[in-house]
T-cell receptor
Framework: SQQGEEDPQALSIQEGENATMNCSYK?????LQWYRQNSGRGLVHLIL?????REKHSGRLRVTLDTSKKSSSLLITASRAADTASYFC???????????FGQGTRLTINP | DVKVTQSSRYLVKRTGEKVFLECVQD?????MFWYRQDPGLGLRLIYF???????EKGDIPEGYSVSREKKERFSLILESASTNQTSMYLC??????????????FGNGTRLTVT
């Protein structure tokens, strides 16, 4: 079964608005990563947040992690058309030497 | 920047053929991975390797094998291609150490169609 699950499955907003995507997972983790995938391409790493961190920023991206709720959120501020992509969270399971990906959130930014 | 190169963007093969998907990375990464991506199922790990000549099964290894003879190259082999192996195949690599502790660098994928 999937370790991480994103919510919503699809999100459509106007350019300039903020976009928030959520990820829930089942077992304790060492870290959580977020990736972006443009249509028909490979995934690109965005942010890695460790289990002892609560918030992390990178440019217009803000990631939070709540280990008590086993959830994370990715906020993209001041969205642009170029942000249109699918976004995935990936987690490890303690003791497992691999990342497991969720099914992703498909984000569409309307001009 | 790390570059992960997959040899083909699109591939069409017939049922029963032996298929080789090649992946090369240029950053001396120790860990390499093969995933397949299908609509509604997300990314699923097929095999991974944390060193030359080492391999570990992922979640869906059936029907696949891998080869890692050199550090920079990780090959995925479909021994006898079947239509249910039609998918997008993604190769990735990461720096040394525990696989989940560093970012994965992905290639652009190979879209394989088996007819």
């Amino acid at each position: 079964s999937q370790q991480g699950e994103e919510d919503p499955q699809a999100l459509s907003i106007q350019e300039g608005e903020n976009a928030t995507m959520n990820c829930s997972y089942k077992t304790s983790i060492n870290n959580l990563q977020w990736y972006r995938q443009n249509s028909g391409r490979g995934l690109v790493h965005l942010i890695l947040i460790r289990s002892n961190e609560r918030e992390k920023h990178s440019g217009r991206l803000r990631v939070t992690l709540d280990t008590s709720k086993k959830s994370s959120s990715l906020l993209i501020t001041a969205s642009r058309a170029a942000d249109t992509a699918s976004y995935f969270c990936a987690t490890d399971a303690t003791g497992a030497q691999k990342l497991v990906f969720g099914q992703g959130t498909r984000l569409t930014i309307n001009p | 920047d790390v570059k992960v190169t997959q040899s083909s963007r699109y591939l069409v093969k017939r049922t029963g053929e032996k298929v080789f998907l090649e992946c090369v990375q240029d950053m001396d990464h120790e860990n390499m991975f093969w995933y397949r991506q299908d609509p509604g199922l997300g990314l699923r790990l097929i095999y991974f390797s944390y060193d030359v000549k080492m391999k570990e099964k992922g979640d869906i290894p059936e029907g696949y094998s891998v080869s890692r003879e050199k550090k920079e190259r990780f090959s995925l082999i479909l021994e006898s291609a079947s239509t249910n192996q039609t998918s997008m195949y993604l190769c990735a690599s990461s720096f040394t150490g525990l696989a989940y502790n560093s970012p994965l660098h992905f290639g652009n994928g190979t879209r394989l169609t088996v007819t």
